[in-house]
């Protein structure tokens, strides 16, 4: 690069210029920076002769260039041993994390926190090696301290400024969640027309429940547990959560969140899509509210084909009168061919104003009307037929070998197919425990068999829409899968509700940043292969001020990464110069 000074009649304009050749041989001279005219080049050399400040500014460039882009030789000795407790190895995978995180304002967040408190630590920089190593190296606090200082920017803090900073983040609970659903908009695309809500439990490695309460755990562990209600867009990107004792029964949980998320979100026209665990008749009226002859909520759960009252079990069960979507013919189950319609869905819907939970209506109390729509599908009927016979099988292991127990049976136990009877049929007492398949049950099942339901109060939407819509439920469960799995966010080790509420807290804001990653590599990618990616970008550090040189394999997932975050790690060497521009690229608002 070189100075050029244009000068006129009354004054002169400096530029800063350098040759390039171009593809086709051609050498030409770009303009690289304005410096200005001698009035602005004079008041920026404060003092110093404007020729000479802008000469010394052209070579200062000149060496920056020239360190960036210099070949760097690094001499090793088989005689000289390493300095004892240096560290040569560090992580650079978090620095797509980071992009996210400073996108998402988190740093701003956490500066607005630390202006309401009196402590001494970095919140932001706490916070954010949270995050980063919950999703890379998920493990207890203490070991997220030391895993910490895998990073290449080093933390800044205690093990005991973590403890102290859970606190303050329980506290600012709320705040953070509304302003990350706030921030996250600049950064993707949310819809808010459709929100979808599921419960699932975490259990704590202690003996005593305290502020935890046993409870009924969905994986049966006999250890004291805490529930976690989740709000999800319908692009799968979490919207806001809580958690509640174990032993409390997850149905309302609901209306409170979405009470929270309706005022502090700024939510008007929702769809809220629940599972049939969720669908009590309370939390169904909730979501039927209309202003104006204009549906302000509304809802889509799923119905139990087997709970329904027995007149719509029969016609949900009926084989004729069946449909294919965007078709106006009529289809007797009993008439299909399941190989040929294999991957078909037959529907049949009916409005209905009775109370499913088959109470009667007090006087003056307006019916809730429903849109039933039940679904069947061939492969699905095949599907559940086939865990069955598993189920079946295990049963019949348990009653030959002798190992069957009584003990509380849910819709997957195999006990649940096991009879065992101390008489005959006839009222005769018998010598020997008789124990054997309970057939009627087996029978009793299999009724219901490739059968779904859905009900709705939605009456200006196609059944294919809202069969589309109910669909997406299983992402939710994807979201507490990553959480519970790639996350490790059980079992928790904290004692006090604090600490519980900010260890979730760190969970949720890690699995919103992975999910926006997951959108922005366009899902191409499997969860397991993006962390296991990100977890293994290593770089090695040669020597000081010598740089760092990837040791990680290069692939088409790490160059979607590059490529997404709008930098690269994946030169042969980068200097601390560059580095440190990828470290400020990535702190860069969108």
Known sequence: MKLTVSKSKNSASFYVQKTIRKPDGKVTTVTIEKLGNLTEVTAKARGKDPY?????????LNRKEYDENREILVRYSPSKLLKKGEQKLFNCGYLFLQKIYYQLGLDKICQDISGRHLFEYDLNDILSKLIYTRILFPSSKLSSNKQAKKLIEQPSFELHDIYRSLSVLAKENDFIQAQLYKNSQKVIERRKDILYYDCTNYFFELEEADERRYG????????????MGLFMDH?????????????????????????????DYGMEQIIVCTDAGLSSKTNRKFNDRTIDGVQIRSFITTQSVKQLPEYLKEFA????????PGSSETFCLDEIDEETDYHKVFYKDRWIKEDLSQRKIKNGEKPLEQHLIVSFSPKYKNYQRKIRKGQIDRAQKLIDSGNYKQRPKNQNDPHRFIVREKATKEGEICSEELVYLDTDAILEEERY???????????D?????????????????ECFRIMKTDFKARPVYLQTEDH?????????????IYRILEKKLKETFTCEEIIDTLRNMWMARPGEKLGYTPVYTRTDLTDSL?????????????????????IRETKKKK
């Not at 692009?235 to 149905?251: M, S, T, V």
């Not at 069960?317 to 294919?324: D, I, R, T």
């Not at 900010?502 to 919103?512: G, P, Y």
């Not at 590059?562 to 990828?582: P, V």
């Open 52 to 60: 000479v400040w802008a000469q010394e500014y052209v070579n200062e």
């Open 216 to 227: 009924k755990s969905k994986q049966h562990q006999p250890l004291p547990i805490v529930g």
């Open 235 to 263: 692009d799968g990107i979490p919207l806001a959560f809580d958690i509640y004792p174990g032993n409390k029964n997850e149905q309302p949980t609901l209306k409170p969140l979405e009470k929270k998320v309706i005022r």
């Open 317 to 324: 069960l009926n084989p004729e009168g069946w449909h294919l």
């Open 449 to 459: 068999d490739g059968f779904y339901a859905v009900c709705t109060n939605l009456n």
């Open 461 to 477: 939407m196609s059944v294919d829409e809202i069969v589309k819509i109910n669909k997406k439920r299983w992402e939710i469960e």
């Open 500 to 512: 519980i509420k900010s260890h979730f807290l760190t969970c949720f804001i890690a699995l919103m």
């Open 562 to 582: 590059h490529e997404t975050a709008g930098f690269r790690t994946d030169y042969q060497i980068i200097s601390d110069i560059n580095m440190r521009k990828i």
